[in-house]
């Protein structure tokens, strides 16, 4: 039996400069969690150590993914029974346990269990907000500071994959993961699936991870969850005035209803700001969706490049 991770993690990158990435992490509503000589880590408002590490490398380039398991126990299960890592010490702000695995594509994939708070961070408390017939902000204004969003946490990471069906399988086997929308070209060929965590009755995220299968095997983006929509927009105006490359958005997504926003950082990874997803649990059946859905969006640009 396959365990049941909870939720994403962090995303691990290499780079060759952490001043520019910690420049950027921070423009993007990352905030510092800890730095030596080596190795960045950048945390979200949620009390988890963090969600974005750096480690200084002469080639820049993606370094891994990793998930939340329920216990130490978890991981035991991962490294006898599925050819994971022996279980070590996990560095980094908030500590833990880890073990690790390369899934069919060559990337890494963490699994963490035992991770201890590091304290909750100030984030804005969303506003109510006047619609048509319903008021209840009468009397109160709106007034924003001007700066960057506040990420709250890792919210999904999405890999291009050689083989689809092959990494869905490896993934499912692994981690538990089920389907939320599959993207079929036709009857009988599908490319892709939204996954989620399996809680049971619990809500959760749309999707944790999805996997496109493009023929390569690469990293595609990492999603990252903000306060509110006035925090995304906030967080547009401030990387824009920054100088920093804006990639797609801002929209809300057809699968998974995300209104998003995605920005390059200095060395081409691409990262988006979310607010307003769905939540589904295990009463929510699994969907086939098109290509037009995954690419499109309810309202804003559709995409012209690769799938989120």
Sequence with gaps: MPIRVRDVAYVRFNAPDLDVMEKFATSFGLQLAARDENTLYMRGTDD?????VTHRAETPGFAGVAFVADSVDDL?????????????????????????????????????????????????????????GVSPRAGAMVRLEAGPSHVKRLGHCVLDVLDFRASEQWYKARLGLVTSDEIALDSSTSIGAFMRCDKGAEFVDHHTLFLIGSGKAAFNHAAFEVADFDDLMRGNTHLASAGYAH????????????????????????????????????????NIASLTDLIGSQWGPTHGGPPR
């Design 247 to 286: 990639q797609w958005g801002i929209g809300r997504h057809i699968l998974g209803s995300q209104i998003y926003d995605y920005w390059l950082d200095p060395w081409g990874h691409m990262v988006e700001h979310w607010t307003d997803g769905d939540l589904f649990n295990n009463q929510t059946p699994p």
């Design 48 to 52: 988890d150590g963090f969600v974005h």
């Design 76 to 132: 035991d299960v991962l490294t006898r029974e599925y050819g994971f890592s022996p279980v070590a010490e996990l560095a980094g702000p908030g500590g833990g346990r880890v073990a690790h695995a390369t899934d069919p594509n060559g990337h890494r994939v963490e699994v963490v269990a035992g991770r201890g708070s590091i304290g909750a961070l100030p984030s804005p408390t969303p506003m109510p907000r006047n619609a048509a």
